[in-house]
């Protein structure tokens, strides 16, 4: 590792990761995913959107598209590994599930799972919107699902709990922080994440996000001058993007100041020099747009704050 890196006091080191995605249940397959391109987004027929709930009239129109990444295993869970009931586990939302799966999974890659760590852990993240929850979809709702604030029904299913779950579960004693600020909900995990760090509240951190919707195997109405795909392709950075499609996952990473893992003998995935975060305020076309100067100024002190050129 370069010198300067080593030198550099706010730079944060990944020790360890974890995820599910479309057509990948860990990090191997998904390397192997996206060295080999393989696009992950199941085309379906009408029979099989028939039998996944859709109604015929959606699928004779013309911009009804049978196209959706499907995250697979969303109906599976260890319970007795994390000490839930049988009758938990039943109303608890598949976000919460993976996300505590894949928190145990990240810190066991990393070296620092259960008792290989007795120092404190931190946990930042989100999860997916209240609309495609588990808890209010229309296919889906479970009437044990309706109880009391506080109650189990609602701990395990409201994203407030996301994180203190996994805290509680994991019995971890760092800063636990659920973080919602849509499509950039993981990143800005990261961040506070690293902040947390740096400000010596814990020595390491969890962060990451999940969002799976429910319920899956269906397409999409595309509207044009919409965000979605008119033909379920997603094209990122390419001539011929038309549209976005919206998928189900769970990633996170585990942080450690880089001279603290460096010292402890961690192994070290990729470093962290510097970020920031910011908000374009009103300066924008609308509420869904985005702003240049707003984010270049937030690249600018990520640049600065990481000491380095662009």
Partial sequence: MQPEILSHARAVAIIGMACRFPGARNLEAFRCNLAEGIESVTFFSDDELLRAGVEKRLLEQANYVKASPVLEGI???????FQVSRRDAEIMDPQHRLFLECAWEALEHA?????????????????GSL????????????PQLIGPITGREHIGNDKDHLCTTVSYKLNLRGP?????????????????????????????AL????TIH????????????????????????????????FSSGVGLVVLKPLQAAVADGDSILA?????????DGAEKFSYWATNVEGQSTAIGKAFQVAGVAP
């Fill in 111 to 127: 070296g620092h799972a259960g008792s290989a760590h007795d120092g404190t852990i931190g946990v930042f993240g989100g999860g």
């Fill in 214 to 245: 429910i319920p899956q195997g269906q397409g999409y109405l595309y509207e044009e001058g919409g965000v979605f795909s008119p033909d379920g392709h997603c094209r990122a950075f390419d001539a011929e993007g038309k549209g976005t499609i």
């Fill in 207 to 210: 962060a990451g996000g999940v």
């Fill in 75 to 81: 109906d599976q869970f260890d319970a007795a590994f």
């Fill in 176 to 204: 636990s922080v659920t973080v919602q600020t849509a499509c950039s909900t993981s990143l800005v995990a990261d961040h506070l994440a690293c902040q947390s760090l740096l400000n010596g509240e814990c020595e390491l």
């Fill in 131 to 142: 609309m495609g929850s588990y808890l209010v979809s229309d296919a889906h709702i479970n």
């Fill in 271 to 279: 470093v962290l020099r510097g970020s920031a975060i910011n908000n």
